[in-house]
């Protein structure tokens, strides 16, 4: 790879926008972290290169939202062995639910992805090992009908990019680059 900054920006957008559409992309699944030092796997659902927005899908009852609502600071972290880099971000998210945004990404999400907000809120206490889904739903495929409940649980948690950490790892020695303040510069790894 050519080291130059603006060859370090091509490589993380080609490399955010491919984990976003590519579901066997090993950063299809970064882990994102909320300011209660709380982290979780989540499903990158689209990066913008424009606005430098990572877009998830979440339960809109899921614990994270009220946390976001208090301290919406983000570290998202993504990992490629194979290309021998990570990706570190740091970002403000918002939560939409009954934007056009919101709605789109509900149209298009798939009928079991959208089940499972048919469950209980994420985190209720059970008894015994659950779902959470209704019996009904458990292995079905539901009807058009039978997931309008689920639309309201719905939401998307954008994130806009503020800083992005390039860390790529090399038996030549490593190379790091952050981007952020509107500035690119070379850091030591």
């Not at 079991?112 to 059970?126: I, S, V």
């Not at 739903?137 to 719905?154: K, M, S, Y």
């Amino acid at each position: 790879m050519e080291c130059t900054l603006e060859a370090v920006k091509a490589d993380i957008i080609r490399l955010l926008k491919k984990a976003a559409s590519d579901r066997n992309s090993p950063m299809h699944t970064p882990v994102v972290a909320t300011a209660d030092a709380d982290a979780r796997i989540m499903v990158l659902r689209e990066f913008d290169p424009n606005t430098w927005t990572l877009r998830f899908h979440t339960d809109a009852r899921a614990p994270k939202v009220e946390v976001l609502e208090k301290d919406a600071a983000v570290g998202v972290l993504f990992y490629d062995k194979a290309e021998k880099v990570q990706i570190r971000c740091r970002g403000t998210a918002r939560i939409e639910s009954e934007t056009p945004l919101a709605e789109q990404a509900w149209q298009e999400s798939s009928a079991f992805a959208r089940r499972c907000y048919l469950g209980a809120p994420p985190g209720e206490k059970r008894d015994n090992p659950s779902s959470g889904l209704p019996e009904w739903v458990e292995g079905e495929r539901p009807t058009e009908e039978q997931l309008e409940p689920a639309r309201e649980n719905f939401a998307v948690l954008l994130v806009t990019l503020e800083s992005v950490d390039w860390y790529y790892l090399s038996t030549d020695g490593h190379r790091r680059a952050v981007f952020d303040d509107g500035k690119c510069r070379w850091l030591t790894p």
